[in-house]
T-cell receptor, first 116, second 115 residues
Framework: DTGVSQNPRHKITKRGQNVTFRCDPI?????LYWYRQTLGQGPEFLTY????????KSRLLSDRFSAERPKGSFSTLEIQRTEQGDSAMYLC??????????????FGPGTRLTVL | AQKVTQAQTEISVVEKEDVTLDCVYE???????LFWYKQPPSGELVFLIR??????QNEISGRYSWNFQKSTSSFNFTITASQVVDSAVYFC????????????FGPGTRLSVLP
């Protein structure tokens, strides 16, 4: 059973460019989460999916951010017109929720975004 | 509103010392879950423990132990006989009841274990 994987691991872009990150959750996990972590802080929740449905979005998720999970497996997070303030580590996590909601989230290694 | 406080920003200990990481939380929910995660230099958050609000029994797992006290809203984490490999940032997190999905993380405590 492989863990959560994220690609790319690092992304450097110029302000104003669009970037897209991918997350592959643990196989069979039905929930997928995106978090943002800035230096010296804990992760901040952005959004989550149950299967292909996006069920919750944080106020942190501005209109420039969009996330998808089209087939209920992998997910993409796109940031349009990047700003320097978007520089952060973007973490993905997945969990399996069934009749008993345990929701222990397992995290991927993250994608570090640097906006110049 | 939910909040997690980890008052210790950084802690340094010498190998084999015991160390306790503090976590204080705030929530109005009666059902909630508390977590500890470890983030080593590689960056990946590693799950350590989950505890629900109805289970105040303390837990021990090898050199790790957790002390959950609802009366003081604390969920402290102790590492016994610390090792250099324990060096990492440790996060305490709170998740509200079954229908709330977003975690609230504390700011983390950076633990350095010196040889």
């Amino acid at each position: 059973d492989t863990g959560v994987s994220q690609n790319p691991r690092h992304k450097i872009t110029k302000r104003g460019q669009n970037v897209t990150f991918r997350c592959d959750p643990i196989s069979e996990h039905n929930r997928l989460y995106w978090y943002r972590q800035t230096l010296g802080q804990g992760p901040e929740f952005l959004t989550y999916f149950q299967n292909e449905a996006q069920l919750e979005k944080s106020r942190l998720l501005s209109d420039r951010f969009s996330a998808e999970r089209p087939k209920g497996s992998f997910s993409t997070l796109e940031i349009q017109r990047t700003e320097q303030g978007d520089s952060a580590m973007y973490l993905c996590a997945s969990s399996l929720v069934g009749k008993v909601v345990t929701d222990t989230q397992y995290f991927g290694p993250g994608t570090r975004l640097t906006v110049l | 509103a939910q909040k997690v406080t980890q008052a210790q920003t950084e802690i340094s200990v010498v190998e084999k010392e015991d160390v306790t990481l503090d976590c204080v939380y705030e929530t109005r929910d009666t059902t909630y879950y508390l977590f500890w995660y470890k983030q080593p230099p590689s960056g990946e958050l590693v799950f350590l423990i989950r505890r629900n609000s109805f289970d105040e029994q303390n837990e021990i797992s090898g050199r790790y132990s957790w002390n959950f006290q609802k009366s003081t809203s604390s969920f402290n984490f102790t590492i016994t006989a610390s090792q250099v490999v324990d060096s990492a940032v440790y996060f305490c997190a709170l998740r509200k009841d079954n229908y709330g999905q977003n975690f609230v993380f504390g700011p983390g405590t950076r633990l350095s274990v010196l040889p």
